[in-house]
C-alpha cells in the first residue's frame, strides 16, 4: 500500500511500538529481500523471549530507499508481506544519501528505542535485542556496534577506517572504536534532539554527547559479515570527506551558541599579532630612524590589524544570527532528562523545550 508523506507521520506518531528499525537503503535490490527476512527472523526471537519472561514486546520496520534505480522498492514490498513485523517502505524522490534516509526514518519511526543497520547484510539483525537488552540493563542513551573480525578490504576500508576512527575519538573526546557500524541503538527522546546533516551520521556518537553525558554512551561487539551482494558505496575518497567534516563538528559541538567566542578569539590573535608588528615598525621609525615606507612589514602589520577588526565584527554578527536561530526554531540549548517534585507539582504537564518528547515526571511522595 501506498501512502504521502502526510499518511507516514500519521501513522507512525499514531501507534507505540519498543523498538522502530530504521533501514536504509540505496540499490539493494538483491540484498533486501534476506534483510527482511532475518531481521523477522530477530523479531521473533526476541518475542519469544519476551513472551517466556512474562513480557510484551512490539517491534516495527522502516525501510527507507534512499532513490534507487533498481527494483528495491519492489523486492521491499514483496518481503515485507511475508513477514509479521509492521512494515513500511518509504520512498525519497531523488538520492539524498544515507544520512537524509537515515533521519527521515528517525522521523518516520514511533518507538521508545531506534536501532539503525545497513541494508547491505554485513550487519547482523541478530544482534539487535542483545544489544536492545543491554541498553537498558547499563540505562545507556546510546549503544553502538563495534564491527568483530570486521570482513572488508584492508587498503580501501580497514586502514582509512582506523585512522578516521581514531582521529574522530581524539578530537571529539568521545572514545568509540568503531565510528563507522551503522548497526546502533538509540533512545528516541535523546536521538530527536539532533538534526543529521550532510553527512554526518557517522558523527552521530559525538553529536549525542552534545546533549547527554558522554558516559551515557556505550559500545559492544557484534557480527560482522562480507559484503554478497552488490558493491559498496565507499572508496577512499570517504577519508578525506571525513575529516573535512570533522572540522565542521568540531566547531559546532565547541561554539555552535557562542561562535562569538571563536572569532572573537582569533580576531584578537591576529591583532595582537599585528600590534607587535606596527609597534617594531614604528619602533624602527622613531628610534632607529629607518625608512619604513617600503618594508612589507608595516603592510602586514594594518592587514593583520584590519583583518581582527572584521573577524570581531563577524563573531558579533555571528552570535546575533545564534540568538535569532534559537528563539526562531524554539531549540534549547539544553535538555532535561527528568523532574522530581512533590504531588502539588505533578499535575503539571512538563514537556522539554526543542522536543516532543515528554519529560519524564518522577512523583515523590512525602512520608505520612
Request: aromatic content about 4%; glycine content about 10%; hydrophobic content about 40%.
Given at each position: 500500500m501506498k501512502t504521502n508523506d502526510m499518511d507516514v507521520t500519521l501513522q507512525s506518531r499514531s501507534a507505540n511500538f519498543d523498538l522502530s528499525v530504521v533501514v536504509p537503503l540505496y540499490n539493494e535490490e538483491e540484498s533486501v529481500v534476506h534483510l527482511i527476512a532475518a531481521i523477522g527472523d530477530a523479531h521473533e526471537q526476541a518475542t519469544k523471549s519476551a513472551?517466556?519472561?512474562?513480557?510484551?514486546?512490539?517491534w516495527e520496520l522502516i525501510l527507507v530507499d534512499d532513490g534507487s534505480t533498481d527494483s528495491t522498492v519492489q523486492s521491499a514490498c514483496d518481503a515485507s508481506a511475508g513477514i509479521s513485523l509492521p512494515t513500511r517502505v518509504i520512498t525519497m524522490n531523488?538520492?539524498?544519501?544515507?544520512?537524509?534516509?537515515?533521519?527521515?526514518?528517525?522521523?518516520?519511526?514511533?518507538?521508545?528505542?531506534?536501532?539503525?543497520?545497513?541494508?547491505?547484510?554485513?550487519?547482523?539483525?541478530?544482534?539487535?535485542?542483545?544489544?536492545?537488552?543491554?541498553?537498558?540493563?547499563?540505562?545507556?542513551?546510546?549503544?553502538?556496534?563495534?564491527?568483530?573480525?570486521?570482513?572488508?578490504?584492508?587498503?580501501?576500508?580497514?586502514?582509512?577506517?582506523?585512522?578516521?576512527?581514531?582521529?574522530?575519538?581524539?578530537?571529539?573526546?568521545?572514545k568509540i572504536r568503531d565510528y563507522g557500524c551503522s548497526l546502533k541503538i538509540y533512545r528516541a527522546s535523546i536521538i530527536r534532539q539532533i538534526s543529521l546533516l550532510g553527512e554526518m551520521h557517522r558523527f552521530i556518537p559525538a553529536w549525542i554527547a552534545s546533549v547527554t553525558h558522554p558516559n551515557r554512551i556505550g559500545e559492544i561487539d557484534v557480527n560482522h559479515s562480507p559484503r554478497q551482494f552488490g558493491q559498496s558505496k565507499?572508496?577512499?575518497?570517504?577519508?578525506?570527506?571525513?575529516?573535512?567534516?570533522?572540522?565542521?563538528v568540531l566547531f559546532f559541538l565547541k561554539y555552535r551558541a557562542r561562535p562569538g567566542h571563536f572569532f572573537g578569539t582569533l580576531g584578537l590573535a591576529v591583532g595582537a599579532v599585528g600590534v607587535l608588528?606596527?609597534?617594531?615598525?614604528?619602533?624602527?621609525?622613531?628610534?632607529?630612524?629607518?625608512?619604513?615606507?617600503?618594508?612589507?612589514?608595516?603592510?602586514?602589520?594594518?592587514?593583520?590589524?584590519?583583518?581582527?577588526?572584521?573577524?570581531?565584527?563577524?563573531?558579533?554578527?555571528?552570535?546575533?544570527?545564534?540568538r535569532i536561530y534559537f528563539d526562531s526554531?524554539?531549540?534549547?540549548?539544553?535538555?532535561?532528562?527528568?523532574?522530581?517534585?512533590?504531588?502539588?507539582?505533578?499535575?503539571a504537564s512538563l514537556v522539554n523545550k526543542g522536543s516532543s518528547d515528554p519529560v519524564t515526571h518522577v512523583q515523590i511522595r512525602r512520608a505520612a
Open positions: 513472551e517466556e519472561s512474562g513480557e510484551s514486546l512490539s531523488r538520492n539524498f544519501g544515507q544520512t537524509a534516509a537515515m533521519q527521515a526514518g528517525i522521523d518516520a519511526s514511533h518507538g521508545e528505542l531506534i536501532a539503525t543497520l545497513d541494508g547491505d547484510l554485513q550487519n547482523d539483525p541478530a544482534d539487535i535485542p542483545k544489544m536492545v537488552d543491554h541498553l537498558r540493563a547499563n540505562d545507556l542513551d546510546l549503544l553502538v556496534g563495534k564491527r568483530k573480525k570486521r570482513k572488508d578490504g584492508l587498503i580501501l576500508r580497514l586502514i582509512p577506517s582506523w585512522i578516521a576512527n581514531r582521529l574522530i575519538a581524539k578530537v571529539t573526546g568521545v565507499y572508496g577512499i575518497s570517504r577519508t578525506i570527506r571525513v575529516i573535512l567534516d570533522l572540522v565542521s608588528m606596527m609597534g617594531i615598525v614604528m619602533f624602527s621609525k622613531l628610534v632607529v630612524g629607518e625608512d619604513i615606507g617600503t618594508r612589507p612589514m608595516f603592510l602586514l602589520g594594518g592587514l593583520a590589524m584590519l583583518s581582527s577588526l572584521q573577524l570581531i565584527c563577524f563573531g558579533v554578527m555571528s552570535e546575533m544570527l545564534t526554531s524554539k531549540t534549547s540549548t539544553y535538555s532535561v532528562r527528568e523532574t522530581h517534585g512533590n504531588e502539588a507539582s505533578s499535575n
